[in-house]
């Protein structure tokens, strides 16, 4: 699916002003690790007109795999930077259906998102769990201090966590520099298509 920017600018001028105004509702606060027991990660992956998302629960800290899900559906919107959440939205809730964790890692930014509301951040409001955004690369535009180098992801404050807390929860997943309950997501995603 294209997207034709151009086209839909009114309407993501509106969408960018929601970003906005929904920044504003991130609540950050530190996380204490001994109270957390299961973490989970979610990614997507797409093949042609198809979006797969795969959720993963893992013990804490020790990432032991306990649930997945996987789901395939239709890519509900065009990829255009910075507006991630309008596609990835709607797949990423739906893996994530019927699994306890205590945090949840999103394979996309929360706060280090131009219009401080990415990915993580939207998912984690609606989830109302701690949520961090984890990248492999940094958006333009974004301030240094709403991000943090951690093995090789560019990690963020998504919902109900502070930055220090982010680090240091992320730092205890982490496999081959990148924390391992998204990496077994990511795999799971780009799987067997059927």
Request: charged residues 25%; hydrophobic residues 40%; contains cysteine.
């Given at each position: 699916?294209?997207?034709?920017?151009?086209?839909?600018?009114?309407?993501?001028?509106?969408?960018?002003?929601?970003?906005?105004?929904?920044?504003?509702?991130?609540?950050?606060r530190?996380?204490?690790v001994?109270?957390?027991r299961?973490?989970?990660?979610?990614?997507?992956?797409y093949r042609?007109?198809?979006?797969?998302?795969?959720?993963?629960?893992?013990?804490?800290?020790?990432?032991?795999?306990?649930?997945?899900?996987k789901?395939?559906?239709?890519?509900?919107?065009?990829?255009?930077?910075?507006f991630?959440f309008?596609?990835?939205?709607?797949?990423?809730?739906?893996?994530?259906?019927?699994?306890?964790?205590?945090?949840?890692f999103?394979?996309?930014?929360?706060?280090?998102?131009?219009?401080?509301?990415?990915?993580?951040?939207?998912?984690?409001?609606?989830?109302?769990?701690?949520?961090?955004?984890?990248?492999?690369?940094?958006?333009?535009?974004?301030?240094?201090r709403?991000?943090?180098?951690?093995?090789?992801?560019?990690?963020?404050?998504?919902?109900?966590?502070d930055?220090?807390?982010?680090?240091?929860?992320?730092?205890?997943?982490?496999?081959?520099?990148?924390?391992?309950?998204?990496?077994?997501?990511?795999?799971?995603?780009?799987?067997?298509?059927?």
């Open positions: 699916m294209r997207a034709d920017k151009e086209a839909l600018g009114p309407k993501l001028e509106r969408i960018a002003e929601i970003q906005r105004r929904l920044s504003g509702r991130i609540i950050e530190p996380v204490e001994s109270n957390l299961f973490v989970a990660g979610v990614d997507v992956s042609d007109e198809l979006a797969r998302a795969a959720a993963v629960v893992c013990t804490f800290p020790d990432c032991e795999v306990v649930s997945v899900n789901v395939s559906v239709e890519v509900p919107f065009p990829y255009i930077p910075t991630f309008l596609r990835e939205t709607r797949p990423v809730l739906l893996a994530l259906r019927g699994l306890k964790f205590d945090l949840l999103v394979e996309g930014h929360g706060k280090a998102h131009p219009r401080g509301y990415g990915l993580a951040s939207h998912i984690g409001l609606l989830v109302g769990k701690p949520t961090v955004g984890v990248a492999k690369a940094r958006l333009r535009g974004v301030s240094p709403t991000y943090r180098r951690v093995g090789k992801a560019y990690v963020s404050v998504g919902h109900l966590i930055l220090e807390s982010a680090v240091r929860i992320t730092a205890f997943t982490l496999e081959n520099g990148y924390p391992r309950p998204l990496r077994i997501a990511h795999r799971l995603s780009k799987g067997e298509w059927t």
